[in-house]
């Protein structure tokens, strides 16, 4: 296979955009009241099935085309990203009433990102990608930062400055800053910190938050 076309800047930019998108959807299809208007349309599946292919499928094939893996475990750590995720999915609580995903919340594209600027060896990329694949089953319950009840203008806000480190980065790639990349983790941190924090204060025996 021929990869000397593959530009992965341009592929995070695309996917990039694709967050922006989906990070807007919601809110204007709720603002429009899409659900009253077209109430034989489910926009929900609609945006389940983009999502797969964005945040799963594409992310999986850029773990392919960038060698990122061991070649022998290519097809290995893929297919439990689109399996994994093909679970993940498709639990009747994948999306909880109150706001929150069940299971590792298949960012896959933020994870490749993040193993493509790093440089890493290609074994620890796998065991990285393989453990991610693995906390999809384990079901702990990870924020949803645009509808999250606790601390969500704090957490859109980190996000977005958040996200604008990630531009940088990519603006940089492939000789990016160090010091800028480690400091991207705060947010990531902040997530699973926060997330792990409330998982914990909604434990049946906790009496709640």
């Not at 945040?55 to 070649?71: K, S």
């Not at 796998?126 to 990870?142: D, K, T």
């Not at 990016?176 to 924090?197: E, H, K, Q």
């Given at each position: ?26 809110i204007?299809?709720?603002?429009a009241?899409?659900s ?6 489910d926009?929900?599946?609609?945006d389940?099935?983009i ?6 499928f ?25 399996l ?7 639990r009747t ?26 440089g ?11 453990a ?29 400055i ?27 941190v ?20």
């Amino acid at each position: 296979m021929n990869h000397s076309k593959f530009s992965p800047r341009q592929s995070f930019f695309w996917l990039g955009l694709q967050i922006v998108v989906d990070s807007l959807d919601g809110i204007f299809a709720r603002a429009a009241r899409v659900s009253e208007k077209l109430p034989w349309f489910d926009g929900a599946k609609l945006d389940d099935i983009i999502d797969y292919l964005t945040y799963v499928f594409v992310p999986a094939l850029l773990v392919w085309r960038a060698l990122l893996v061991p070649e022998d475990w290519t097809l290995i750590v893929a297919g439990a990203m689109l399996l994994s995720s093909a679970y993940g999915f498709n639990r009747t609580d994948a999306k909880t009433a109150d706001h929150f995903f069940t299971g590792f919340p298949s960012y896959w594209n933020l994870v490749v990102f993040y193993l493509m600027i790093a440089g890493w060896p290609k074994a620890v990329n796998a065991a990285i990608l393989l453990a991610l694949a693995a906390l999809v089953f384990v079901p702990i319950r990870y924020i949803y930062p645009s509808r999250t009840p606790v601390l969500r203008w704090q957490t859109n806000l980190f996000g977005i400055i958040w996200g604008a480190l990630l531009v940088a980065l990519l603006w940089q790639f492939p000789l990016v800053s160090r010091p800028l990349f480690w400091g991207s983790f705060a947010f990531p941190v902040y997530y699973a910190g926060l997330s792990l924090v409330l998982q914990w204060q909604n434990r049946p025996d906790s009496g709640g938050i």
